[in-house]
């Protein structure tokens, strides 16, 4: 399969799921990022999806941890491991990583079916 036909899968069932509740969607649904700043969740797709794919655990630090250990590091972390966006509810990708997990395996099972 193309990888970027999976990917447009991935971002297809995370808008339907996970934007429906972003704190950054205007009243009308409508992503109110824009401007220079991209969401974090469509900028890292294929590094999330990777991670989820990659762990099998029942237990979400796992899924966090190497969230921070592969995406953060890239992003706006500091060298102490501090990020200001995840702080605050500003990092959509740390607010919404539970749902974005629980998205990608229930894609994942359908694959298999």
Avoid: W
């Avoid at 409508?30 to 590094?47: D, F, H, Q, T, V």
């Avoid at 989820?52 to 941890?65: F, L, P, Q, R």
């Amino acid at each position: 399969m193309n990888p970027n036909h999976s990917l447009e899968r991935y971002k297809e069932a995370l808008s339907k799921i996970v934007c429906t509740q972003c704190l950054e969607k205007s009243g009308r649904g409508i992503c109110s990022i824009g401007g220079s700043e991209e969401c974090a969740i469509n900028r890292y797709l294929p590094e999330v999806v990777s991670i989820v794919e990659t762990i099998e655990s029942s237990v979400m630090h796992d899924y966090v941890h190497e969230l921070h250990n592969v995406v953060c590091v890239s992003c706006r972390e500091n060298q102490d491991g501090v990020c200001k966006l995840r702080a605050t509810p500003g990092c959509e990708l740390d607010l919404y990583f539970p749902l974005i997990v629980r998205t990608i395996k229930e894609l994942q099972a359908q694959k298999k079916e």
